[in-house]
């Protein structure tokens, strides 16, 4: 059993259904599950509540862990659910951690525990995910424009589901065990490149209106806690050099190239309509 957390977002979601494709039994966790392929197990579960976790753990042998970005602002910390995770006999934690781990961005502590958890772990490190661009879907559809801060920082930012099929093929195959492996796309891409591959997808205009760092910062506090907001502008703003380079660990795992943000974009073209 293969027991996914997170399992209604952006990287669970397909991960959930890879697994399921592939003949795995599958449990999805999530705080609330409305749907999930036939034959999946649901749970309804929250990491910040550790106990509510066991009925998912029960039989699994692999666990995909992902934590919220509020899971550290508030203090989280992975010691009690760790403790039930062995307890229940699972083997294998694959980690949805963070680019900014590596750039000191992001803080270790959540890494660094399931380093120490005594179980086979490893380490997925993404860039910024291309489902990001959902954040803009209201006003493309509405005035076709995307507002952003650091309209021409390119970053190579990374499809989620690409993202989910390196997860699978870690928790199902051998050879990845205290591995960590940094994912990213095919190429850097600033907001206003995208923007304009939005606008070529629906076949019409999108205005790029760059934002400055405090009507960001503004805008993304309404769904983020502070500190999240404040490391999120300080990557997109100012970027190290590593956080710049494109990593072609995605062609080599998955035997092809990374999606791009234009093939992404097509995927999700009816949010932009």
Known sequence: MIVVTGATGNVGRPLVRALAEAGER??????????????????????FEPESLRDALEKARDLFLLTPGS?????????????????????????????GVATQRHPRDIEDAVVRSGLEWTILRPSGFYSNALRWSEEVRARRVVRAPFGDVGLPLVDPADVAEVAAVALRCTGH???????????????RMQAAVIGAAL??????????????REMMLRGMPEPVVETTLDILGEPTRTEQLV?????????RRARTFAEWTSRALAAFK
């Open 26 to 47: 599958v449990t999805a966790v999530a705080r609330r599950i409305t749907e999930v392929p036939e034959g999946v197990r649901c749970c309804e579960a929250d990491l």
């Open 71 to 99: 899971f550290m602002a508030a203090d989280g910390r992975l010691g009690g659910l760790l403790d039930i995770v062995r307890s229940s006999g699972v083997q294998r934690v694959v980690l949805l951690s963070s680019q």
């Open 177 to 191: 065990e205290r591995r960590t492996h940094t994912l990213t796309g095919p190429e850097a891409i600033s907001p």
């Open 203 to 216: 076949a019409e205009p999108v205005r790029f209106a760059e934002q400055s760092r405090a009507e960001a």
């Open 247 to 255: 990593n072609p660990e995605i062609n080599s795992l998955l035997g």
